[in-house]
């Protein structure tokens, strides 16, 4: 009978050289040069830190000029993530919006202003905390993630959970909760329990620019952070 797990990592390989060739390919790359900033990329390739010793700065440099999916052609900046290094509570939301693509920032704007009283309410601050997206280029008029985009990019966020190795997550609004849990399931079904993703605690709630538009549900909002910050606290 086939071994299942070595099917898998070799699936994963597969998976991770076609990604690397799209982007050398979508970065004008038509071959391989001998200079020493090329030689460590292809040496890096495979090894453990590729896969767990990254850290945050890895990761970056890594999404430096990214051009793995369609999204660069539109975007100001990257907005890779922002906050405490070592946090024990990571907030991923969906995209960045107009605001973060122009300050290379997460949570910026409205939506970012109500983000830091939901946090300030629980006695956090974004210095306490992490702050991230699914993904990390605006989709542009900021409509939602494609499936291809999002797969691309998870990647990353994966590797920043590992860099960082949080207690908590607290997903906001439908995409990220349903990448992170992989699930279908709406936001409104899940919120307010605590879900498993690589051992961390998960707690989905709703996204602050969903907020905005839809007052009535911070109630539902501050009661998922009162069960967070108990758990937090203990």
Partial sequence: MEDQPDKKRFVMAVEEIINHMQYLSKAGCKGFDCKKKSIDILDSWGSKKDFTDKTLEDIQADLSNCKRCGLFKNRTNIVFGAGNPKARLIFVGEAPGFDEDQTGKPFAGAAGRLFSKIIESIKLTREDIYICNI?????????????????????????????????????????????ILNTQKPISQLRGTFYKYMGINVMPTYHPAYLLRNTDKKRDVWEDMKKLIKEYRK
């Fill in 135 to 179: 993904i990390k280029c605006r989709p542009e008029g900021n409509r939602a993630p494609k499936p291809d985009e999002i797969k691309t990019c998870f990647t990353f966020l994966k590797q920043q959970i590992k860099a960082i190795k949080p207690d908590f997550i607290c997903t906001l609004g439908n995409c990220a909760t349903k990448t």
